[in-house]
Every structure is written in structure tokens, then in C-alpha cells.
């Protein structure tokens, strides 16, 4: 066996194989090895695949072009990024933990969230050393803030950046009128095709999707034409009960997951003025496109994976690879108006579904929430 001196790669090579890497924290381990290594990629260097982004204000406040709407608030609000990661111990890397973290607006440095708000988490750990604890990015999502108080600005509900070729990105997002609109870089325009509204977006396979209040699937082209790309979602038998429809990707495919709530949410939702009344959980149900039918039809399993239902992103995780993860589940929170979240988890069972709620926190369903260096 030839013995190889990975500190003399050639440049070129380094450069190829930084392109490739998945998330800052790779480029960082990556810049990690040796000084060589390090200095072919900086952070100010125009091959640097994460180039540190310019914090994007939307100023003065929340103008809405062509809408009755106007929000005369003066509120400085920015586009946040946050990010899911995987953290296994350096010794074993069979399970891990989710955590989900964001930077502090004026620091820069790194602060842990809850897992399914914005929130930060108090008395958290500012740092991690990667010698103990391998942490790979499995997930990201974006949200608008105010900038003063770091809180979530109740006028967007989903807020998606869609990349547009090498350098330019698109800020697409939901707002609480249920239409989708385009940051122009002056002010937010809806999209002139969006004759309906719409309850979730999502970037799949580099493509944008959005789901419409039919439970249509549309495809949103670069150039902000909207097509309508799956067939009309079968009415569903609610007993009364509140439906939210979301979008989520597993295995490489779409999925929509129906969110039941209680009978009087209906009322609730209807009274109040920000629409995060909806009141409680009941059930989920699971959709998959059906290719030969051209059909929604409802799956009754999930497999090894889970469903992760945050107030900013969906998506799914392999329950073989987090402690505690429940397969064929759905972990959520209820919206309720409280500063910590209670973490619930819902369990398909073929149909026959039920829900767990976090009362302790060494409870081993909910473990993967709960890091060891926490």
C-alpha cells in the first residue's frame, strides 16, 4: 500500500472537493486538517462554497405592493437563517441527538434553538468541540425577524430561498394572508399567476413547490410562473375538525401531511387577530403521490423514518439514526401560547394513530431532543 501525503494535494483538488461539501461545518472541519488545506479555501475566497451572507434588511417595514395591506409598523425586520444538525459523540456514531441553531444577530455567535420555534434556548452552550461531538447539518430553514427582539414577524408564515445560479438567490414566502410573494429587494410583490392561496412551500430536488388551500401541488419556475403540477387532493372527512396541509419531503419524494385539529379550533383560529390560535392536535394523516392512479393516496406507514413539523420547516429523519426516535411518527408542538413548547409525538400505527406527550424529559421517545452536553 502506497502511503499518500494528503498535505500536498494539488490546489486545484482541494478547491474541487470544498465544492462538494455539504454544509459550513464540513468546509470548517475540512479547513481543520492542515494549515495547507485551510489556506486554499478562506472565507473571503470566491470558491468558498458558504460565503458568509450579507445580513438582508427589509426595510423600512413590511410593504406589500399591490395589496390593501400596508404595515406602517417601523419595525427593522432581516431574513434569518437557522439550521438542523446531527450530533453524534466522536466515539460513536451509530445515534445522535437534533439540535437546531442559529447566530446572534449582533455577535455573530453560535446560540441553540428549539428544535420546532425560533426561540432560543436559555443557559445554552455557545460552542461544541468537534473533537468530542461530530456534527453533520441535516436540514435548513429561513425565517423573517424582527431584528430587536429576534422573534419571528407574524406577518410570514414560511419564508424559502431559491437558489438562482451560481451567486443569486430568491426570497419566496407565504404571508398571513395566505398568498405568496417575492422580496423584490425594494419591497414584497405577490406573484401576478397566484390566483389561490396557498399553505406551504418548499424547495424539492432545486425545484420550488407550493400547495394551494385545494391541496393542489404547484411548481413555481424561476422566471415566478406558477404551474399546476399534481391532481386536486381528495376531500377529506374531518368530523368538523380544522385541517392544515403541509409539504414534506422523505426518501427523495413529496409528501402532504394533513393536521387535524379539535372541532372548536375552528372558532378559535376565526377570533384571533395573529391566526396562531388553532388550538389542539388531534391526529395527522399522510399522503403520497400515487404515479400509475395520478392520486393522492393515504400511507399507513412510514417506515424507519420520522416526521419533524417545526414552525418553519417539515422534514424527515431516519429513526434508526437519533436516540429515542420513534419510527413511523410525527413529532410536533401545539401552537400554544407559551414560551417552551411541549414536544408531543404522534404514532401512525397502521392507521390507528395516538399521541405522546413530553412530560419528562429523560422520557426515551423524546430523547433525541435532548442533548448530553446541554
Same mark, same amino acid.
Given at each position: 500500500m502506497v502511503d499518500c501525503d494528503w498535505s500536498n494535494l494539488p490546489e486545484e483538488l482541494l478547491r474541487l472537493i470544498a465544492v462538494r461539501l455539504f454544509s459550513v461545518v464540513e468546509l470548517k472541519r475540512f479547513r481543520s486538517i492542515c494549515t %495547507?488545506?485551510? !489556506?486554499?479555501?478562506?472565507?473571503?475566497? @470566491?470558491?468558498?462554497?458558504?460565503?458568509?451572507?450579507?445580513?438582508?434588511?427589509?426595510?423600512? +417595514?413590511?410593504?406589500? @405592493?399591490?395589496?390593501?395591506?400596508? %404595515?406602517? !409598523?417601523?419595525?427593522l425586520v432581516i431574513l434569518s437563517r437557522a439550521a438542523f444538525f446531527r450530533v453524534t459523540p466522536s466515539s460513536s456514531s451509530n445515534k445522535g441527538w437534533l439540535?437546531?441553531?442559529?447566530?446572534?444577530?449582533?455577535?455573530?455567535?453560535?446560540?441553540?434553538?428549539?428544535? &420546532?420555534?425560533?426561540?432560543?434556548?436559555p443557559h445554552s452552550c455557545e460552542s461544541l468541540d468537534l473533537l468530542e461531538f461530530t456534527v453533520s447539518e441535516i436540514q435548513e430553514s429561513y425565517a423573517v425577524l424582527e431584528k430587536t427582539r429576534g422573534r419571528t414577524a407574524r406577518e410570514f408564515k414560511k419564508v424559502v430561498v431559491v437558489k438562482v445560479g451560481e451567486r443569486e438567490h430568491k426570497i419566496l414566502g407565504i404571508s398571513s394572508d395566505k398568498n405568496i410573494k417575492s422580496w423584490t429587494g425594494i419591497d414584497w410583490s405577490r406573484l401576478k399567476e397566484a390566483d389561490h392561496q396557498f399553505s406551504d412551500i418548499i424547495i424539492h430536488k432545486r425545484r420550488t413547490?407550493?400547495? /394551494?388551500?385545494?391541496?393542489?401541488?404547484?411548481? #413555481?419556475?424561476?422566471?415566478?410562473? #406558477? #404551474?399546476?403540477f399534481g391532481p386536486l387532493f381528495d376531500e377529506t372527512v374531518t368530523n368538523g375538525c380544522f385541517i392544515e396541509k403541509s409539504l414534506v419531503e422523505c426518501c427523495g419524494e413529496l409528501y402532504i401531511i394533513e393536521r387535524l385539529f379539535e372541532e372548536n379550533s375552528r372558532k378559535r383560529k376565526a377570533d384571533s387577530s395573529d391566526g396562531n390560535g388553532k388550538g389542539k392536535t388531534v391526529g395527522f394523516k399522510v399522503y403520497k403521490m400515487d404515479e400509475e392512479l395520478v392520486k393522492w393516496k393515504e400511507v399507513k406507514s412510514l417506515g424507519d423514518n420520522a416526521f419533524v413539523m417545526a414552525t418553519d420547516t417539515c422534514f424527515s429523519v431516519l429513526a434508526h439514526e437519533f436516540y429515542g426516535c420513534l419510527q413511523n411518527s410525527i413529532y410536533f408542538t401545539d401552537n400554544e401560547e407559551k414560551m417552551e413548547k411541549v414536544i408531543k409525538v404522534f404514532k401512525l400505527d397502521?392507521? /390507528?394513530?395516538?399521541?405522546?406527550?413530553?412530560?419528562?424529559? +429523560? =422520557?426515551?421517545? &423524546? =430523547?433525541?431532543?435532548?442533548?448530553? &452536553?446541554?
Open positions: %495547507y488545506w485551510r !489556506s486554499s479555501i478562506s472565507g473571503a475566497d @470566491k470558491n468558498n462554497p458558504f460565503p458568509i451572507r450579507r445580513l438582508i434588511h427589509f426595510d423600512p +417595514c413590511l410593504n406589500t @405592493k399591490g395589496s390593501n395591506q400596508f %404595515y406602517t !409598523s417601523f419595525r439540535i437546531k441553531s442559529d447566530t446572534k444577530i449582533n455577535s455573530g455567535k453560535f446560540r441553540l434553538l428549539d428544535p &420546532f420555534s425560533r426561540l432560543a434556548l413547490y407550493a400547495l /394551494n388551500l385545494k391541496g393542489v401541488v404547484c411548481l #413555481i419556475s424561476s422566471s415566478l410562473k #406558477i #404551474i399546476e397502521n392507521g /390507528n394513530g395516538s399521541i405522546e406527550t413530553m412530560s419528562e424529559p +429523560c =422520557q426515551s421517545c &423524546f =430523547q433525541m431532543f435532548v442533548p448530553s &452536553f446541554l
